[in-house]
Antibody, heavy 119, light 111 residues
Framework: EAQLVESGGGLVQPGGSLRLSCAAS????????MKWVRQAPGEGLEWIAY???????YYAPSLMGRLTISRDNAKNSVYLQMNSLRAEDTAVYYC?????????????WGKGTTVTVSS | QSALTQPRSVSGSPGQSVTISCTGT?????????VSWYQQHPGTAPKVIIY???KRPSGVPDRFSGSKSGNTASLTISGLQADDEADYHC???????????FGGGTKLTVL
C-alpha cells in the first residue's frame, strides 16, 4: 500500500526556518511527481510546491522565494525548506503524490505535519 | 481568498441528493478537463473521490458523480448517508504558472 509520512513540523518564531520531510513507501517513488499542499486552520487547501520525476520544480506564485522543494530518490523522500516564516504560514502541511504522468489529481496523501509560526 | 469559489456549506437529509458547485475561470476549470474533488473528514487527510471531472477511483461509490459546464464544475452526492458528512474540496489544473488551484471547501451536513 502506498504511504507517505511527513515529519519536521513544530513551533517556530516569525522569520525562522523549517525543513519538512516526507518518507514514501509502498510504491516506486522515483516514478512519481510529488507535491506539498497546506491547509491553514479552518481554511481550504492550498497547493504550494511541486517536483517532477526529472527534477522540474514549480512553486505557488505567492510563496516563490521562500520555499525550496527537493527529492532524494535513493531515500524515497521529498523535502520542503521554508524560510522567512510568517504567522500566515501556520498550517497543516501535506505531502501528496500526483497520480501519474498524464493525470493531474492527487491520489495519495500523508497525514500531515503541523507548522505553527508564533512568538 | 481561494482561486475557485465553492459554497461554504450545504446540507441534506439521508437519502436525498446534494450538489456542490465549484466556479473558476476559463484559465482553470473552463480551460482543462482536470477537475478533481476531495473528501475530508475532520482531523484526517483529504481523499480523492472524483478526478478528470467525472471519473471515480476504484472503491468510491457511484453515488458520487462529477460534471462540468463552462467555468463551473459540480459534485453530486446522491442517496446521502451519515458518513458523507465531511468537507469537500474542488481542485483544477491551471496551467504551468499557477499549476493547481483549490476551492475554499464546502462543509456538507447530513441532517
Amino acid at each position: 500500500e502506498a504511504q507517505l509520512v511527513e515529519s519536521g513540523g513544530g513551533l517556530v518564531q516569525p522569520g525562522g526556518s523549517l525543513r519538512l520531510s516526507c518518507a514514501a513507501s509502498g510504491f516506486t517513488f522515483s516514478s512519481y511527481e510529488m507535491k506539498w499542499v497546506r491547509q491553514a486552520p479552518g481554511e481550504g487547501l492550498e497547493w504550494i510546491a511541486y517536483i517532477g520525476t526529472d527534477g522540474t520544480i514549480y512553486y505557488a506564485p505567492s510563496l516563490m522565494g521562500r520555499l525550496t522543494i527537493s527529492r532524494d530518490n535513493a531515500k524515497n523522500s521529498v523535502y520542503l525548506q521554508m524560510n522567512s516564516l510568517r504567522a500566515e504560514d501556520t498550517a497543516v502541511y501535506y505531502c501528496v503524490r500526483k497520480s501519474g504522468l498524464y493525470s493531474f489529481h492527487m491520489d495519495v496523501w500523508g497525514k500531515g505535519t503541523t507548522v505553527t509560526v508564533s512568538s | 481568498q481561494s482561486a475557485l469559489t465553492q459554497p461554504r456549506s450545504v446540507s441534506g437529509s439521508p437519502g436525498q441528493s446534494v450538489t456542490i458547485s465549484c466556479t473558476g475561470t476559463s484559465i482553470d476549470v473552463g480551460g482543462y478537463n482536470f477537475v478533481s474533488w476531495y473528501q475530508q473528514h475532520p482531523g484526517t487527510a483529504p481523499k480523492v473521490i472524483i478526478y478528470d471531472v467525472n471519473k471515480r477511483p476504484s472503491g468510491v461509490p457511484d453515488r458520487f458523480s462529477g460534471s462540468k459546464s463552462g467555468n463551473t464544475a459540480s459534485l453530486t452526492i446522491s442517496g446521502l448517508q451519515a458518513d458523507d458528512e465531511a468537507d469537500y474540496h474542488c481542485c483544477s489544473y491551471a496551467g504551468t504558472f499557477r499549476n493547481w488551484v483549490f476551492g475554499g471547501g464546502t462543509k456538507l451536513t447530513v441532517l
